[in-house]
Structure formats: structure tokens, C-alpha cells
């Protein structure tokens, strides 16, 4: 059985460094992009514990050539790519979640847009004919519940609906082929850097929450499992719920609970118009 190449951007911490563990847990090569390579040198070594192999891609996302030339990378090197996550973003954690109307925060949560909704467009758009090449492959988009409800502003909101506006329209482009393309809702993750925060450190809201969130690992087990499912393509173009799909593989998270599903409290995945529009549509 041929191995599995993978790409995870934005890998050096958080969702996606977790995500690349859990790939590496199933056998995979995993690239693991990210600006920060000491981060990332340390991310491999954890994919390669877990049964994989990691190797560093270092790369900044807001440059397109950087982008290019790790692809070509991949390319020369493997061949083939049979799984790509766009996970990096541009998230500055604190003025995100500090209260107040946008106008009153940084300018600079706007880089949601560019190293988050962007950086997935140009990352899918190098790994598109590779990936074809390969057949049988996936692009796994991270989004939120934040593309349908109110979630830490507008610019935070605009990345993850755009995100699944995004996937919907490349599903169509790829109809013909092999590739399939979704967008991804975890939960709310226990990262590294929660999990290492002393216990003075957390609020008593952040205590209260903690049970319900779920691993970064899980939505990385859900991924391998997509991967490998051979109905992948009725999914493409679409927003899916990390934690049903969890259910329909029967995956649990590493503690052995079943993550929560937060449509109730957060929104469903959007519906888009799906029917093409005939050529003399088009030009109007």
C-alpha cells in the first residue's frame, strides 16, 4: 500500500500541529508548514514518534512564491500529494477576543482574510493539478461555526464564511476529477498552550468549559478518516461538522468521549444555490 503524502499548513502549533500528530499516528508523510522552524522542527519530531514521518516545510503564507516553491517541493520529492489541510492563519488571539465594535480594535485582525481565507485559495490553487495527478485526494479546509454565526467580529466571520463559499465552488471545478474538497468545524480545541496553562491562569469560565473541548488529534483522526472513506466525494463542497462525522466513523477523542456538536448554540453550515448556471447566465 502506497503511503500517504500529506501537507499541513500553519503546523507548527495549535490545531494543525495536532492534526499532523494524528496523521502521523496512520503512517503518513506529513509536510508541516509554518514561519516558525524550531516550532516546527519539534512538530516533526512528534509526528515521527506517533508512526509517520514529518518533515519541515518552512513557509509564510502571506508570500505566494514561498507558497509556490513548497509545492514544487512536494513535487519533486514525493511525486504526489494526497491530502492537504489549510489550517495556517493569521490570528492575533488577544484583540480578537477583546470586547468592543471592529472599528474599535486593530486594524490588523483584517489578516484573517489574507493569511487564513487567501492563504487557502493560493495553497489550493498550487496543490490543484498535483493533486489530481494523484487522484483519490482530499483538500480539508479549517472553518468554524463563526461562518454562520456571530463570532469574535466580523473579520473573523468573513474568513470562515468565505472559507465555505470558497469550498463550495471549488467542489464544482473539481467535479471531473478525483480531488475532493471540504470545509472542516472542529470544536473548541484543547491546544498545547491551553493544556499547559497553570491552574491560577484559568478563569473560572474557562474551567467550567474545558471537559467540552475536544483534542486537536480528533479532527486529525476525522481527516484520516475522510481521507480513506472511497464515498469522499459526496461530501465535496461541503461544510461538515467535525464532530458528526466523529460519530459516523465511529472515532471518539483520545480521553474516549464523544466531542459535542455546537450547531444548537452556534448555526448549522450554510446552504448554497448548487445548480450551474447555463452559459447565456453566465455573461449577464
Known amino acids: 500500500m502506497t503511503k500517504k503524502i500529506a501537507l499541513v499548513t500553519g503546523a507548527s502549533k495549535?490545531?494543525?500541529?495536532?492534526?499532523?500528530?494524528?496523521?502521523?499516528s496512520k503512517g503518513m508523510t506529513v509536510y508541516l508548514s509554518g514561519r516558525d522552524e524550531a516550532a516546527l522542527e519539534a512538530a516533526v519530531e512528534e509526528v515521527t514518534s506517533a508512526g509517520g514521518q514529518g518533515v519541515v516545510a518552512r513557509c509564510d503564507h502571506s508570500d505566494d512564491q514561498q507558497v509556490k516553491a513548497m509545492f514544487d517541493r512536494i513535487a519533486n520529492e514525493q511525486g504526489r500529494l494526497d491530502l492537504l489541510v489549510n489550517n495556517a492563519a493569521a490570528v492575533h488571539a488577544q484583540e480578537l477576543a477583546a470586547?468592543?465594535?471592529?472599528?474599535?480594535?486593530?486594524?490588523k485582525l483584517v489578516d484573517m482574510i489574507d493569511v487564513g481565507l487567501r492563504s487557502n485559495y493560493?495553497?489550493?490553487f498550487y496543490a490543484a493539478p498535483l493533486m489530481i495527478k494523484s487522484g483519490a485526494s482530499l483538500i480539508v479546509n479549517i472553518s468554524f461555526y463563526g461562518a454562520a454565526s456571530y463570532f469574535h467580529g466580523p473579520a473573523y466571520g468573513a474568513a470562515k464564511a468565505g472559507t465555505d463559499k470558497m469550498v463550495h465552488d471549488m467542489a464544482i471545478d473539481f467535479a471531473d476529477t478525483?480531488?475532493?474538497?471540504?470545509?472542516?468545524?472542529?470544536?473548541?480545541?484543547?491546544?498545547?498552550?491551553?493544556?499547559?496553562?497553570p491552574e491560577e491562569h484559568k478563569s473560572p469560565a474557562l474551567k467550567a468549559m474545558l471537559p467540552k473541548f475536544e483534542t486537536p488529534e480528533f479532527s486529525g483522526l476525522v481527516i484520516a478518516a475522510l481521507l480513506e472513506d472511497q464515498d469522499r466525494k459526496s461530501h465535496s463542497g461541503k461544510a461538515l461538522i467535525g464532530a458528526r462525522l466523529g460519530k459516523k466513523y465511529g472515532?471518539?477523542?483520545?480521553?474516549?468521549?464523544?466531542?459535542?456538536d455546537w450547531s444548537e448554540l452556534h448555526g448549522e453550515p450554510l446552504a448554497f444555490f448548487t445548480a450551474p448556471a447555463k452559459p447565456e447566465e453566465q455573461k449577464s
Do not use: C, N
Open 251 to 260: 472515532i471518539a477523542d483520545l480521553d474516549g468521549k464523544q466531542p459535542r
Open 178 to 197: 478525483d480531488v475532493s474538497v471540504v470545509s472542516l468545524w472542529p470544536g473548541f480545541i484543547l491546544s498545547d498552550m491551553i493544556k499547559a496553562l
Open 14 to 24: 495549535g490545531l494543525g500541529r495536532g492534526i499532523a500528530r494524528a496523521l502521523g
Open 122 to 124: 493560493v495553497a489550493s
Open 99 to 107: 470586547p468592543g465594535p471592529f472599528w474599535e480594535k486593530d486594524l
